[in-house]
């Protein structure tokens, strides 16, 4: 039993409910007999007797506590769009393109800041930066550039960033953008294809923790959000032309067998020739794992972006990766400027659920199974429930009043797979008064009670199998 998911019972020191009674005097009695559901402790607060306390297992809830969905990704927390183009920019300054959104961001959570827009450059050459930044213009390290490879035409261009919250309190994040080099430049935007700000909570800053294994947890079906990050080598690389080098520090992170990750980095690129081959590799423990995406430059001196990405399932192990780059010809020969930037936190890994099939989704709704009564027990009918159990995941219900068995005796037997791993105790109503039920290993659902000829309510019952 884990004792995370223990709650307290805490009885007044002289019991007027008789049902508060019978427990606290059960409680007392058997404070150093080693029943599995007592446990020991000096700061009773019982009451009378300061060597024990009854505590109520709460194995498996049915509701994620607020503990545990801190440790999960909470999704989309805002949105901003504009449906048609931005301003004009003709100079290196950056300037509003009109799209912001503003949220509460909370103290110690992980955003993620995404932007979908059409670039459209009036010259060959020109330079159509976007960046994201906070209401102050301060940037927050996403930048992405493009460079149209004809006059007037439009490229999509995809900026990501991370943020880490250190306060919590509303804030505003805008979308800019300037033009280098030649020409003038805008953000095209209309009803079908609107420029789009996306902010999502992807887990807390210091990433998603160890976790116990699916039937234990109620995380398990849930994305964890982005549990490691690395940034480049630094701004303005230059890559040795011809040879395989490392873009990114190494990033350190162990894939747990059952889930699903996905490996992501954005990176902008200038160089002097136009370039056709260059790869961006991903690398896993010092070998290239296959994975990798194109780049290329349609005119010299240009910027263009590239996104790599790959969706990858656990396997129990560490992974060192980092994204390396491949060089190719320019006109035959290879290229002699090769300039490169990352963004802040733009390679990352993130955990985007449980791989399918990996746990058994359970019937929410499965059918009452009634158990074959024992030992003259029979059900009390008269509009009452009849005894019945069903098991939904590793937990087992069981509901029903029946009457006719002596105190102590089986009311049945409930069978393997629906038995729980140790013995449990409740509290339970007997003809108006309390006694109690205890459902054994054996699967045997025994009633104590003090009246002969009670019936007996077996509603509210329910244990982990697990």
Request: charged share 15%; glycine share 10%; hydrophobic share 40%.
């Amino acid at each position: 039993m884990s004792r995370r998911f223990l709650t307290p019972i805490v009885l007044p020191a002289d019991p007027a409910v008789p049902m508060e009674a019978a427990t606290k005097q059960y409680v007392d009695s058997k404070a150093t007999a080693g029943v599995s559901e007592v446990e020991i402790n000096p700061s009773d607060p019982i009451g009378t007797n300061p060597s024990a306390e009854l505590w109520y297992d709460t194995d498996a809830p049915t509701v994620m506590d607020n503990d545990m969905r801190w440790y999960t990704a909470w999704g989309v927390v805002a949105t901003a769009s504009r449906s048609t183009s931005s301003p004009t920019a003709s100079s290196a300054a950056y300037i509003d393109t009109g799209v912001s959104a503003t949220f509460s961001q909370v103290a110690g959570r992980r955003y993620m800041l995404t932007v979908e827009a059409l670039c459209v450059v009036s010259a060959v050459g020109g330079n159509l930066g976007v960046t994201i930044t906070d209401a102050a213009n301060n940037g927050i390290g996403a930048v992405g550039a493009v460079t149209p490879g004809a006059a007037n035409a439009g490229t999509q261009n995809v900026v990501v960033g991370l943020i880490d919250a250190a306060t919590s309190a509303a804030v505003t994040y805008k979308v800019r953008h300037n033009i280098q080099l030649a020409g003038t430049g805008y953000v095209y935007a209309d009803l079908t294809a609107p420029i789009r700000l996306i902010v999502e909570d992807v887990g807390p800053s210091l990433g998603a923790v160890p976790v116990m294994p699916p039937t234990f947890d109620a995380r398990w079906n849930t994305s964890w959000g982005v549990i490691a990050t690395a940034t480049g080598r630094g701004a303005g690389m230059a890559m040795p032309p011809g040879v395989v080098s490392s873009l990114t520090v190494p990033m350190p992170v162990t894939l747990q067998a059952g889930r699903r990750y996905r490996i992501a980095c954005n990176v902008r690129a200038i160089q002097s020739g136009i370039q056709t081959t260059t790869q961006f590799q991903l690398w896993d423990n010092g070998a290239n794992s296959g994975l990798y995406d194109y780049w290329h430059i349609s005119a010299t001196g240009s910027y263009d972006n590239c996104h790599i990405e790959a969706i990858v399932s656990g396997d129990g192990a560490t992974h060192n990766y980092d994204v390396r780059v491949n060089p190719g010809p320019v006109s035959g020969t290879y290229n002699t400027a090769f300039w490169m930037d990352i963004d802040r936190h733009g390679f990352y890994v993130e955990d985007v659920g449980p791989v399918t099939g990996a746990v058994p989704v359970p019937n929410p709704t499965p059918a009452w199974i009634a158990p074959t009564l024992l030992n003259g027990w029979r059900n009390y009918t008269n509009g009452f429930t009849d005894a019945g159990y069903r098991l939904i995941g590793d937990r087992v219900e069981v509901r029903g009043m029946v009457i006719g068995g002596a105190t102590g005796s089986a009311i049945c037997q409930l069978p393997a797979g629906y038995r729980p791993t140790r013995a449990h105790i409740y509290a339970a109503t007997m003809n108006d008064a309390y006694g109690q039920i205890r459902i054994l290993t054996d699967g045997s659902i025994n009633p104590t009670f003090p009246t002969p000829g009670s019936w007996v309510s077996i509603d509210s019952i329910w244990f982990s199998v697990t």
